[in-house]
Every structure is written in structure tokens, then in C-alpha cells.
């Protein structure tokens, strides 16, 4: 997909100017990490930092998930893609997607996400981590829209997070079909006195679809 190959090729650019710099420095090298780490450290760092760049999102999937095919992703390449699709339906509910000030016709907000430009662009991606189905219900609301010259506007629609949620912990599950299962648990807070009452469990579904790995379940729990 073009746009794929895009913002591989921007975290393919990062990379190299970061070795440059090392390289130039009169620090000595790192110690090389293994491909393991390597895979670890990007799926951490995503989820810790919450980072909202696009292309380490593509990172994540294009460097770590497909090139194996139909081998089954690790524990952690599955934590990874989780932290990416929390933060890509973020846009939606929370309204938190980076922007510029430039506004159009309708009030609408002009879209600031690396090698993004237009809603074709942005289905795409959402396409990495979603099913057809969940990107076109996300997509149907019209929250997203190119303006007349064809460059993505968002409306300005954010809304807070869930305050009677608490801390999550996750458990990945290897379904008998070839599926995978993450169920998330959450837990329950009293609004008043924010302290935990219970918890809630919810299943998403992460499974492999004409050769791509890709939530056919999913939903934020807070």
C-alpha cells in the first residue's frame, strides 16, 4: 500500500539520521540490540510514552508483524500493536489526533500526522491495525473529511476519558482457530472516592486476515 511504503520509508530515514549522529559523536557506540530487543524495546517505548507519531505506529506493524506472513506474532509484537490501535481510536473518541491551526470552510481542523494527507491516506493506515469493518464504521461518522483540495481536516469533537476506570493489565490468549485474544481487564473506580470496586473484562480479537494481522474486535475500555 502507498502509504505504508511511505511511512516505512519515513522511519526508515529516522533511523539512519540517528545512526549518522552516533556515528559523528565522540561517545562510543551502544552495543548493538538483539532483533528481539529490538522488537521489545518498540512496542514498550510505544505504549509507555503514549507517542503519537504515525510512523512509529508503522513501525511496529510493517518492521515487526508483517514481515513474519502467517507466523504468529510474539506476546509483545501483540502488546505493541494494542498500544497503536488504543491511540488510533483514540482519534475518535477522545479527539486528541495532532492537528495544525489551519482550519477549512466548515471549522474543521487540518490533519498533522506524518505522511498522511487525505482520508485514502488515513483509511490505509487504520487498515494495518483494523478490520475493514471496524475502519468503515470509524470512518462512517464523518468526524474525518479532505477539504476541496483533497487534504484531511478533523472536527474539533474531544471528549474526556472514562474517570470511573482505573489501571488495565492485559492477557493474551491463543484461541485453537489461530486467533488471538486480548482481554483486557480493568478496573472498576468509585467516582467519588476514585478507589477500586471491582473489574471489568473485555475481549478483543486479533487474527489474521487475507495474510494480515488485524483487530476484528475492538473497543477502548476507558
Known sequence: ?????ILALL???????????ACTSNEPPAPPATPATAAEQSAEEFVDADLVDADLVEYVI???LEDDGDAQPTDDEVEGVYGAAVRAMGFFKYGDVPTTDET???GRLK???????????????????????IVDGLLEGGLFA????????????????????????????REDNGSITVRVTV????????????????????????????FTRFELVR
Open 111 to 133: 490533519v498533522d500526522l506524518p505522511g498522511i494527507t487525505s482520508l485514502n491516506d488515513f483509511r490505509e493506515y487504520l487498515l494495518t491495525i483494523f478490520s475493514a469493518e
Open 11 to 21: 522511519t526508515t530515514l529516522c533511523l539512519m539520521s540517528a545512526s549518522l549522529a
Open 146 to 173: 479532505d477539504n476541496n483540495d483533497g487534504e484531511l481536516y478533523v472536527m474539533d469533537a474531544a471528549i474526556g476519558g472514562d474517570i470511573t476506570k482505573g489501571v488495565e493489565t492485559h492477557e493474551i490468549i
Open 187 to 214: 478496573e472498576d473506580l468509585d467516582p467519588d472516592t476514585q478507589e477500586a470496586v471491582g473489574t471489568t473484562d473485555t475481549d478483543m480479537v486479533y487474527e489474521n486476515i487475507n495474510g494480515s494481522w488485524v
Open 1 to 5: 500500500m502507498k502509504i505504508k511504503k
Open 104 to 106: 477549512d470552510d466548515s
Open 62 to 64: 510493517e518492521e515487526v
